[in-house]
């Protein structure tokens, strides 16, 4: 049971370049999210899915895009990496079918933007 | 702005002591809480949660309180191990559209052998 799976784990991007954050989930789950963590803080939420068909913006979407491929997978896209993108990148999916439910999160995507 | 926050960055305690971790939130319209726990270079773990139509949850070893007339919660573990070295974060639905999960800062509780 894999449940939420991030690639790459690790990736150096030169400023300007673009590249995508893959994100999957195995557990059937509705609601998908991006968020960023820099160091010292908390996570901020970039985008979210709450089911197939949409996406949202959340608190930080400036410079990034994302599509929702199918209910199990969500991906982040940098289109001109900035210095000020580097930070450790995580998906989280949950349930969201009536009531609340926690959400589960992958082991991360550390960026680094030079 | 955020919904959720936490009061203190850092906290320090003995093994074996008891560590409580306190969130403050500002929607009053929350309905759902969460707490992770956070070790270094992982993602956020789940460890319990609690629902506003009550005032605790207790799981092994951690007890989640509700005060929803000052809208705080707090996070308590017992008998503190090493293991529970990490940043721990509270989480709500707080915004629009209630599919927004939002965090709070963390705090980043590190036990004393």
């Known amino acids: 049971n894999a449940g939420v799976t991030q690639t790459p784990k690790f990736q150096v991007l030169k400023t300007g370049q673009s590249m995508t954050l893959q994100c999957a989930q195995d557990?059937?789950?509705?609601?998908m999210y991006w968020y960023r963590q820099d160091p010292g803080m908390g996570l901020r939420l970039i985008y979210y899915?709450?089911?197939?068909?949409?996406?949202d913006k959340g608190e930080v979407p400036n410079g990034y895009n994302v599509s929702r491929l199918n209910k199990r997978e969500f991906s982040l896209r940098l289109e001109s990496a900035a210095p000020s993108q580097t930070s450790v990148y995580f998906c989280?999916?949950?349930?969201?079918?009536?009531?609340?439910?926690?959400?589960?999160f992958g082991q991360g995507t550390r960026l680094t933007v030079v | 702005g955020e919904s959720v926050g936490l009061h203190l960055p850092t906290l320090s305690v003995q093994e074996g002591d008891n560590s409580i971790i306190n969130c403050a939130y500002s929607?009053?319209?929350?309905?759902?809480f969460i707490w992770y726990k956070q070790e270094s270079g992982k993602g956020p773990q789940f460890i319990i949660d609690?629902?506003?139509?009550?005032d605790k949850r207790q799981g092994q070893r951690v007890t989640v309180l509700l005060n929803k007339t000052v809208k705080h919660l707090s996070l308590q573990i017992a008998a503190t191990q090493p293991g529970d070295s990490a940043v721990y974060f509270c989480?709500?639905?707080?915004?629009?559209?209630?599919?927004?999960?939002?965090f709070g800062k963390g705090t980043k509780l590190s036990v004393i052998p």
């Open positions: 989280a999916s949950s349930p969201l079918q009536g009531a609340k439910t926690e959400a589960f």
């Open positions: 557990m059937n789950h509705n609601s």
């Open positions: 899915s709450a089911s197939e068909g949409t996406t």
């Open positions: 929607n009053s319209a929350s309905d759902y």
């Open positions: 609690i629902r506003s139509n009550m």
């Open positions: 989480a709500d639905y707080s915004g629009a559209g209630s599919y927004q999960l939002t």
